[in-house]
Protein backbone atom coordinates (compact mmCIF):
# COMPACT_ATOMS: atom_id res chain seq x y z
CA UNK A 1 0.00 0.00 0.00
CA UNK A 2 0.78 3.62 -0.59
CA UNK A 3 1.58 6.59 1.82
CA UNK A 4 -1.91 7.98 0.21
CA UNK A 5 -4.02 5.05 2.32
CA UNK A 6 -2.57 5.91 4.99
CA UNK A 7 -3.53 9.71 4.17
CA UNK A 8 -7.22 8.19 3.57
CA UNK A 9 -7.28 6.20 6.68
CA UNK A 10 -6.13 8.88 8.81
CA UNK A 11 -9.03 11.67 7.16
CA UNK A 12 -11.60 8.76 7.52
CA UNK A 13 -10.37 8.48 11.51
CA UNK A 14 -11.02 12.58 11.62
CA UNK A 15 -14.55 12.03 10.06
CA UNK A 16 -15.38 9.46 13.51
CA UNK A 17 -13.27 11.75 16.05
CA UNK A 18 -14.15 15.06 15.24
CA UNK A 19 -17.87 14.48 15.71
CA UNK A 20 -17.41 12.43 18.57
CA UNK A 21 -15.00 15.38 19.93
CA UNK A 22 -17.99 18.08 19.12
CA UNK A 23 -19.93 16.12 21.20
CA UNK A 24 -17.58 15.71 24.47
CA UNK A 25 -16.96 19.68 24.44
CA UNK A 26 -20.82 20.99 23.96
CA UNK A 27 -21.88 18.41 26.95
CA UNK A 28 -20.34 20.37 29.61
CA UNK A 29 -22.62 23.24 28.30
CA UNK A 30 -26.19 22.34 26.28
CA UNK A 31 -26.40 18.82 29.35
CA UNK A 32 -24.91 21.36 31.83
CA UNK A 33 -28.35 21.27 34.20
CA UNK A 34 -28.36 18.85 36.63
CA UNK A 35 -24.62 17.92 35.98
CA UNK A 36 -25.75 15.10 33.70
CA UNK A 37 -23.32 16.20 30.68
CA UNK A 38 -20.50 15.64 33.10
CA UNK A 39 -21.33 13.31 35.16
CA UNK A 40 -22.08 11.32 31.43
CA UNK A 41 -18.26 12.14 31.20
CA UNK A 42 -17.08 10.59 34.15
CA UNK A 43 -18.74 7.36 33.30
CA UNK A 44 -17.67 7.29 29.47
CA UNK A 45 -14.09 7.78 31.21
CA UNK A 46 -14.29 4.76 33.37
CA UNK A 47 -15.68 2.80 31.16
CA UNK A 48 -12.70 3.70 28.51
CA UNK A 49 -10.41 2.48 31.70
CA UNK A 50 -12.00 -1.09 31.22
CA UNK A 51 -11.57 -0.65 27.40
CA UNK A 52 -7.45 -0.43 27.59
CA UNK A 53 -7.50 -3.15 30.13
CA UNK A 54 -9.44 -5.76 27.79
CA UNK A 55 -8.15 -4.06 24.53
CA UNK A 56 -4.93 -6.59 23.80
CA UNK A 57 -7.14 -9.52 24.36
CA UNK A 58 -9.80 -8.30 22.37
CA UNK A 59 -7.62 -7.72 19.04
CA UNK A 60 -6.40 -10.85 19.31
CA UNK A 61 -9.55 -12.53 19.77
CA UNK A 62 -11.70 -10.53 17.13
CA UNK A 63 -8.73 -8.55 14.83
CA UNK A 64 -7.91 -5.15 15.13
CA UNK A 65 -10.53 -4.65 11.99
CA UNK A 66 -13.83 -5.57 13.13
CA UNK A 67 -12.88 -3.75 16.32
CA UNK A 68 -12.34 -0.47 15.01
CA UNK A 69 -15.31 -0.67 12.86
CA UNK A 70 -17.80 -1.51 15.85
CA UNK A 71 -16.26 1.64 17.62
CA UNK A 72 -17.47 3.46 14.44
CA UNK A 73 -20.53 2.29 14.94
CA UNK A 74 -21.20 2.72 18.62
CA UNK A 75 -19.75 6.33 18.01
CA UNK A 76 -22.84 6.88 15.72
CA UNK A 77 -24.74 5.48 17.99
CA UNK A 78 -23.82 8.19 21.36
CA UNK A 79 -23.87 10.51 18.87
CA UNK A 80 -27.63 9.98 18.12
CA UNK A 81 -28.36 9.14 21.78
CA UNK A 82 -27.32 12.63 22.48
CA UNK A 83 -30.24 13.99 21.36
CA UNK A 84 -32.19 13.22 24.08
CA UNK A 85 -31.02 15.11 27.33
CA UNK A 86 -32.41 12.70 29.71
CA UNK A 87 -30.49 10.68 32.01
CA UNK A 88 -31.84 7.40 30.73
CA UNK A 89 -30.11 8.27 27.10
CA UNK A 90 -27.36 10.34 27.85
CA UNK A 91 -25.65 7.54 30.57
CA UNK A 92 -26.21 4.17 29.11
CA UNK A 93 -24.72 5.64 25.44
CA UNK A 94 -21.97 7.24 26.97
CA UNK A 95 -21.14 3.95 29.16
CA UNK A 96 -21.18 2.05 26.02
CA UNK A 97 -18.89 4.56 24.30
CA UNK A 98 -16.66 4.10 26.74
CA UNK A 99 -16.17 0.69 26.21
CA UNK A 100 -14.88 0.50 23.14
CA UNK A 101 -13.24 4.52 23.68
CA UNK A 102 -9.56 1.82 22.81
CA UNK A 103 -10.42 1.69 19.08
CA UNK A 104 -10.05 5.00 18.91
CA UNK A 105 -6.92 5.89 20.27
CA UNK A 106 -4.95 2.27 20.96
CA UNK A 107 -6.83 1.03 17.69
CA UNK A 108 -6.36 3.87 15.59
CA UNK A 109 -2.77 4.84 16.86
CA UNK A 110 -1.25 1.68 16.65
CA UNK A 111 -2.57 0.86 13.16
CA UNK A 112 -1.47 4.14 12.42
CA UNK A 113 2.23 3.25 13.53
CA UNK A 114 2.60 0.00 11.89
CA UNK A 115 -0.06 0.73 8.45
CA UNK A 116 1.38 -0.85 5.49
CA UNK A 117 2.40 1.58 2.97
CA UNK A 118 5.05 -0.28 0.48
CA UNK A 119 8.09 0.60 2.56
CA UNK A 120 10.70 -2.03 3.62
CA UNK A 121 11.23 -0.12 6.52
CA UNK A 122 9.83 -0.92 10.28
CA UNK A 123 12.05 1.10 12.32
CA UNK A 124 11.02 3.09 15.38
CA UNK A 125 12.15 6.42 13.45
CA UNK A 126 9.50 5.14 10.65
CA UNK A 127 6.70 4.43 12.92
CA UNK A 128 6.97 8.13 14.77
CA UNK A 129 6.95 9.84 11.13
CA UNK A 130 3.98 7.95 10.63
CA UNK A 131 2.27 8.33 14.09
CA UNK A 132 2.83 12.11 13.31
CA UNK A 133 1.50 12.00 9.99
CA UNK A 134 -1.98 10.48 11.48
CA UNK A 135 -1.86 13.21 14.19
CA UNK A 136 -1.34 16.13 11.38
CA UNK A 137 -4.47 14.92 9.94
CA UNK A 138 -6.61 13.84 12.38
CA UNK A 139 -5.77 17.20 14.80
CA UNK A 140 -7.04 19.08 11.34
CA UNK A 141 -9.83 17.57 11.02
CA UNK A 142 -10.89 17.82 14.72
CA UNK A 143 -10.91 21.81 13.65
CA UNK A 144 -12.39 21.63 10.79
CA UNK A 145 -15.20 19.52 12.62
CA UNK A 146 -15.59 21.92 14.68
CA UNK A 147 -16.56 24.87 12.36
CA UNK A 148 -19.84 22.66 11.56
CA UNK A 149 -21.55 23.04 15.19
CA UNK A 150 -20.49 26.78 14.67
CA UNK A 151 -22.19 27.17 11.61
CA UNK A 152 -25.35 25.63 12.93
CA UNK A 153 -25.68 27.31 16.20
CA UNK A 154 -24.59 30.67 15.12
CA UNK A 155 -27.50 30.27 12.37
CA UNK A 156 -30.24 28.68 14.07
CA UNK A 157 -29.65 29.48 18.26
CA UNK A 158 -31.61 33.05 18.72
CA UNK A 159 -32.97 35.19 21.54
CA UNK A 160 -28.94 34.80 23.57
CA UNK A 161 -29.28 36.18 26.91
CA UNK A 162 -26.88 39.10 27.35
CA UNK A 163 -24.42 39.56 30.39
CA UNK A 164 -23.62 42.72 32.01
CA UNK A 165 -20.35 43.66 33.30
CA UNK A 166 -20.42 42.12 36.89
CA UNK A 167 -22.07 38.87 35.47
CA UNK A 168 -18.91 38.40 33.30
CA UNK A 169 -17.14 38.64 36.16
CA UNK A 170 -17.95 35.53 37.54
CA UNK A 171 -16.85 33.48 34.65
CA UNK A 172 -13.51 32.11 33.34
CA UNK A 173 -11.64 31.05 36.89
CA UNK A 174 -13.85 32.25 39.52
CA UNK A 175 -16.94 30.50 37.93
CA UNK A 176 -18.17 27.65 39.69
CA UNK A 177 -21.05 24.92 37.92
CA UNK A 178 -21.71 23.81 41.36
CA UNK A 179 -23.28 27.22 41.58
CA UNK A 180 -25.53 28.06 39.14
CA UNK A 181 -29.20 28.25 38.84
CA UNK A 182 -30.77 26.86 36.51
CA UNK A 183 -33.67 28.73 35.40
CA UNK A 184 -34.00 29.28 31.57
CA UNK A 185 -34.12 32.63 32.02
CA UNK A 186 -31.07 32.53 33.91
CA UNK A 187 -28.50 35.02 32.60
CA UNK A 188 -25.62 32.34 32.83
CA UNK A 189 -27.41 29.75 32.23
CA UNK A 190 -29.41 31.11 29.39
CA UNK A 191 -26.31 31.32 27.75
CA UNK A 192 -25.34 28.03 27.66
CA UNK A 193 -28.29 25.72 25.97
CA UNK A 194 -28.67 26.25 22.31
CA UNK A 195 -32.46 25.78 20.71
CA UNK A 196 -33.99 22.32 20.40
CA UNK A 197 -33.87 22.74 16.51
CA UNK A 198 -30.50 24.10 16.43
CA UNK A 199 -29.13 21.10 18.43
CA UNK A 200 -31.00 18.61 16.27
CA UNK A 201 -29.75 19.49 12.91
CA UNK A 202 -26.34 19.81 14.79
CA UNK A 203 -27.35 16.18 15.93
CA UNK A 204 -28.03 14.55 12.78
CA UNK A 205 -24.94 16.43 10.44
CA UNK A 206 -22.43 14.91 12.88
CA UNK A 207 -23.85 11.33 12.88
CA UNK A 208 -24.00 11.42 9.00
CA UNK A 209 -20.49 12.60 9.09
CA UNK A 210 -19.24 9.47 11.25
CA UNK A 211 -21.32 6.93 9.24
CA UNK A 212 -19.28 8.33 6.33
CA UNK A 213 -15.95 7.76 8.10
CA UNK A 214 -17.33 4.60 8.95
CA UNK A 215 -17.83 3.34 5.37
CA UNK A 216 -14.13 4.74 4.52
CA UNK A 217 -12.50 2.29 7.46
CA UNK A 218 -14.45 -0.58 6.02
CA UNK A 219 -12.95 -0.50 2.52
CA UNK A 220 -9.12 1.15 3.73
CA UNK A 221 -8.53 -0.64 6.80
CA UNK A 222 -6.36 -3.65 5.69
CA UNK A 223 -8.41 -7.30 6.30
CA UNK A 224 -7.33 -9.22 9.90
CA UNK A 225 -4.82 -12.12 9.09
CA UNK A 226 -5.66 -14.09 11.96
CA UNK A 227 -8.50 -14.26 14.60
CA UNK A 228 -9.08 -16.88 17.14
CA UNK A 229 -12.54 -17.60 15.40
CA UNK A 230 -10.87 -17.61 11.62
CA UNK A 231 -8.05 -20.31 12.94
CA UNK A 232 -10.55 -22.97 13.96
CA UNK A 233 -13.27 -22.45 11.41
CA UNK A 234 -11.82 -25.36 9.43
CA UNK A 235 -12.09 -27.68 12.70
CA UNK A 236 -15.41 -27.84 12.52
CA UNK A 237 -16.77 -30.18 9.93
CA UNK A 238 -20.17 -33.07 9.83
CA UNK A 239 -18.20 -35.33 12.05
CA UNK A 240 -19.31 -34.81 15.60
CA UNK A 241 -15.67 -36.53 16.76
CA UNK A 242 -14.07 -33.52 14.88
CA UNK A 243 -16.29 -30.84 16.01
CA UNK A 244 -15.95 -31.29 19.66
CA UNK A 245 -12.29 -31.37 18.80
CA UNK A 246 -12.53 -28.26 16.92
CA UNK A 247 -14.46 -26.76 19.85
CA UNK A 248 -11.94 -28.07 22.74
CA UNK A 249 -9.06 -26.41 20.11
CA UNK A 250 -10.76 -23.25 20.02
CA UNK A 251 -11.16 -22.95 23.60
CA UNK A 252 -8.11 -23.62 24.59
CA UNK A 253 -6.81 -20.83 21.69
CA UNK A 254 -8.85 -18.41 23.58
CA UNK A 255 -7.23 -19.21 26.70
CA UNK A 256 -3.73 -18.65 25.13
CA UNK A 257 -4.95 -15.19 23.74
CA UNK A 258 -5.91 -14.33 27.49
CA UNK A 259 -2.32 -15.66 28.52
CA UNK A 260 -0.32 -14.05 25.91
CA UNK A 261 -2.42 -10.75 26.16
CA UNK A 262 -2.42 -10.63 30.32
CA UNK A 263 1.43 -11.09 29.78
CA UNK A 264 2.17 -8.52 27.04
CA UNK A 265 0.28 -6.18 29.73
CA UNK A 266 1.79 -7.31 32.89
CA UNK A 267 5.34 -7.03 30.83
CA UNK A 268 4.17 -3.74 30.04
CA UNK A 269 3.06 -2.49 33.08
CA UNK A 270 6.40 -3.94 35.05
CA UNK A 271 8.74 -1.59 32.76
CA UNK A 272 10.50 0.85 35.33
CA UNK A 273 10.35 3.53 32.55
CA UNK A 274 6.17 3.43 33.42
CA UNK A 275 7.22 5.83 36.63
CA UNK A 276 8.88 8.54 34.55
CA UNK A 277 6.46 8.54 31.24
CA UNK A 278 2.77 7.31 32.84
CA UNK A 279 2.43 10.54 34.87
CA UNK A 280 2.62 12.65 31.06
CA UNK A 281 -0.22 10.50 30.35
CA UNK A 282 -2.64 11.52 33.52
CA UNK A 283 -1.76 14.71 32.80
CA UNK A 284 -2.64 14.89 29.40
CA UNK A 285 -6.11 13.87 30.14
CA UNK A 286 -6.46 16.49 32.86
CA UNK A 287 -5.32 19.18 30.38
CA UNK A 288 -7.86 17.14 28.28
CA UNK A 289 -10.59 17.20 30.27
CA UNK A 290 -10.09 20.94 31.43
CA UNK A 291 -10.00 22.38 27.54
CA UNK A 292 -13.31 20.08 26.78
CA UNK A 293 -15.45 20.97 29.89
CA UNK A 294 -14.00 23.86 32.19
CA UNK A 295 -12.22 26.01 29.13
CA UNK A 296 -15.67 25.37 27.08
CA UNK A 297 -18.02 26.66 29.60
CA UNK A 298 -16.10 29.08 32.30
CA UNK A 299 -13.77 31.15 28.99
CA UNK A 300 -16.17 30.62 26.30
CA UNK A 301 -19.99 29.78 27.23
CA UNK A 302 -20.09 32.24 30.16
CA UNK A 303 -19.01 34.77 28.46
CA UNK A 304 -19.19 34.82 24.30
CA UNK A 305 -22.51 32.03 24.45
CA UNK A 306 -22.77 28.64 23.87
CA UNK A 307 -22.24 29.42 19.58
CA UNK A 308 -18.77 30.39 20.27
CA UNK A 309 -17.58 27.13 21.99
CA UNK A 310 -17.53 25.44 18.74
CA UNK A 311 -15.55 28.02 16.77
CA UNK A 312 -12.96 28.48 20.15
CA UNK A 313 -12.32 24.61 20.45
CA UNK A 314 -11.99 24.74 16.23
CA UNK A 315 -9.35 27.37 17.00
CA UNK A 316 -7.68 24.84 19.85
CA UNK A 317 -7.33 22.46 17.24
CA UNK A 318 -6.35 24.32 13.81
CA UNK A 319 -3.58 25.63 16.10
CA UNK A 320 -2.74 22.29 17.72
CA UNK A 321 -2.99 20.68 13.57
CA UNK A 322 -0.23 23.68 12.70
CA UNK A 323 2.22 22.71 15.79
CA UNK A 324 2.03 19.31 14.69
CA UNK A 325 2.67 20.26 11.58
CA UNK A 326 5.70 21.61 12.31
CA UNK A 327 6.74 18.85 14.69
CA UNK A 328 6.35 16.68 11.90
CA UNK A 329 8.43 19.08 9.45
CA UNK A 330 11.35 19.66 11.61
CA UNK A 331 11.19 16.41 13.22
CA UNK A 332 14.46 15.48 12.58
CA UNK A 333 15.66 17.94 14.83
CA UNK A 334 13.13 18.16 17.44
CA UNK A 335 13.48 15.23 19.97
CA UNK A 336 11.24 14.04 23.06
CA UNK A 337 13.92 16.26 25.43
CA UNK A 338 13.33 19.14 23.48
CA UNK A 339 9.12 18.83 22.99
CA UNK A 340 9.27 17.86 26.54
CA UNK A 341 10.88 21.18 27.90
CA UNK A 342 8.66 23.54 24.87
CA UNK A 343 5.52 21.40 25.80
CA UNK A 344 6.14 22.34 29.71
CA UNK A 345 6.50 26.25 29.18
CA UNK A 346 3.70 26.35 26.72
CA UNK A 347 1.14 24.73 29.58
CA UNK A 348 2.49 27.43 31.96
CA UNK A 349 2.36 30.16 29.73
CA UNK A 350 -1.41 29.59 28.71
CA UNK A 351 -2.21 28.41 32.04
CA UNK A 352 -1.28 31.50 34.42
CA UNK A 353 -2.87 33.45 31.96
CA UNK A 354 -6.12 31.45 32.01
CA UNK A 355 -5.53 31.89 35.65
CA UNK A 356 -4.96 35.90 36.18
CA UNK A 357 -7.45 36.76 33.46
CA UNK A 358 -10.07 39.20 34.65
CA UNK A 359 -13.39 39.38 32.29
CA UNK A 360 -14.48 42.59 30.89
CA UNK A 361 -16.14 43.82 27.98
CA UNK A 362 -12.71 45.41 26.79
CA UNK A 363 -11.09 42.89 27.21
CA UNK A 364 -13.28 39.66 25.63
CA UNK A 365 -10.53 38.95 22.84
CA UNK A 366 -8.67 36.99 25.68
CA UNK A 367 -10.12 33.81 25.29
CA UNK A 368 -8.91 33.81 21.58
CA UNK A 369 -5.22 34.06 23.32
CA UNK A 370 -5.81 31.59 25.48
CA UNK A 371 -7.05 29.29 23.14
CA UNK A 372 -3.88 29.40 20.90
CA UNK A 373 -1.61 28.56 23.30
CA UNK A 374 -4.13 25.83 24.44
CA UNK A 375 -3.60 24.72 20.81
CA UNK A 376 0.57 24.76 21.06
CA UNK A 377 0.32 22.55 24.50
CA UNK A 378 -2.30 20.26 23.14
CA UNK A 379 -0.28 19.04 20.25
CA UNK A 380 3.23 18.64 22.20
CA UNK A 381 1.13 16.82 24.86
CA UNK A 382 -0.32 14.73 22.31
CA UNK A 383 2.60 14.20 20.69
CA UNK A 384 4.60 12.62 23.19
CA UNK A 385 1.83 10.72 24.83
CA UNK A 386 1.16 8.65 21.31
CA UNK A 387 5.50 8.51 20.37
CA UNK A 388 6.11 7.54 23.99
CA UNK A 389 4.77 3.94 23.22
CA UNK A 390 6.77 3.59 20.27
CA UNK A 391 10.32 4.78 21.18
CA UNK A 392 10.23 2.90 24.43
CA UNK A 393 8.07 -0.04 24.52
CA UNK A 394 8.53 -3.09 22.63
CA UNK A 395 4.57 -3.83 22.52
CA UNK A 396 2.89 -0.79 20.71
CA UNK A 397 -0.61 -2.26 21.65
CA UNK A 398 -0.16 -3.28 25.22
CA UNK A 399 1.66 0.25 25.87
CA UNK A 400 -1.01 2.38 24.14
CA UNK A 401 -4.02 0.69 26.13
CA UNK A 402 -1.39 1.64 29.68
CA UNK A 403 -1.54 5.04 28.37
CA UNK A 404 -4.91 5.40 27.52
CA UNK A 405 -5.64 4.27 30.63
CA UNK A 406 -3.83 6.80 32.52
CA UNK A 407 -5.23 9.49 29.90
CA UNK A 408 -8.58 8.57 30.47
CA UNK A 409 -8.13 8.76 34.26
CA UNK A 410 -6.63 12.19 34.13
CA UNK A 411 -10.27 13.39 32.17
CA UNK A 412 -12.15 11.65 34.83
CA UNK A 413 -10.28 13.63 37.52
CA UNK A 414 -10.64 17.13 35.22
CA UNK A 415 -14.30 16.16 34.73
CA UNK A 416 -15.18 15.31 38.37
CA UNK A 417 -13.23 18.91 39.08
CA UNK A 418 -15.51 20.56 36.93
CA UNK A 419 -18.14 19.77 38.54
CA UNK A 420 -17.17 20.02 42.15
CA UNK A 421 -14.69 22.67 42.19
CA UNK A 422 -14.53 25.98 40.94
CA UNK A 423 -12.20 26.59 37.58
CA UNK A 424 -9.06 28.16 39.52
CA UNK A 425 -8.58 24.73 41.29
CA UNK A 426 -8.63 22.88 38.23
CA UNK A 427 -5.90 25.29 37.04
CA UNK A 428 -3.75 25.14 39.87
CA UNK A 429 -3.74 21.67 39.55
CA UNK A 430 -2.69 21.25 35.98
CA UNK A 431 0.80 23.87 36.57
CA UNK A 432 1.62 21.88 39.23
CA UNK A 433 1.10 18.51 37.64
CA UNK A 434 3.02 20.03 34.22
CA UNK A 435 6.33 20.77 36.11
CA UNK A 436 6.37 17.76 37.87
CA UNK A 437 5.95 15.43 34.56
CA UNK A 438 8.37 17.22 32.72
CA UNK A 439 10.85 16.59 35.96
CA UNK A 440 9.66 12.55 35.39
CA UNK A 441 10.23 12.61 31.66
CA UNK A 442 13.59 14.42 31.57
CA UNK A 443 14.83 12.02 33.78
CA UNK A 444 12.84 9.37 31.90
CA UNK A 445 14.95 10.28 29.08
CA UNK A 446 18.30 10.69 30.46
CA UNK A 447 18.06 6.96 31.55
CA UNK A 448 17.17 5.52 28.66
CA UNK A 449 19.82 7.41 26.58
CA UNK A 450 22.55 6.46 29.70
CA UNK A 451 21.53 2.75 29.34
CA UNK A 452 21.93 3.13 25.56
Partial sequence: MSNRNLYIYAVATAMVIGPKLCLFTLK???????GVGPISMVLYHV?????????????????????????DFVCIVFIVG???????????????????????????????????????????????????RFLTIITLGQGLANLIPEAVLRNLNYGLNALNE???????????????????????????????????????ILAVLAACGMFMHYFILPRDQSTARGENQYLIDDNADERSRGIHQQSRKFRDLFKN?????????????????????????????????????????????????????????????????????????????HLSIIGSLLDCIGLVLALTWMPTFATLYMPYVIALLLGASHAVGRTILFTVPVVYYSDNDSAYAMFTLSHHSGSMIAQLMSILACTFWSIYSLIVFSVLCTVLLLIGHFKMHKSH
Fill in 82 to 132: SLYSGWQSVIPTSILFGLVDSSFWVGAFSVAASFPTGSESTSTKDGEKKVS
Fill in 47 to 71: GAVFSGLAYPFVVRAIGTRRFLLMG
Fill in 261 to 337: SSTALRDVFANSMNFFMLPSGLWFGMFLGFVRSSFSRSYVACTLGVRNVSSMIAIVDVMSCLTCFIITWRHEYISLW
Fill in 166 to 204: TDITQCAARDCSIQYEYESNGPIFGRLTPTWLSYSVLIC
Fill in 28 to 34: STVQVKG
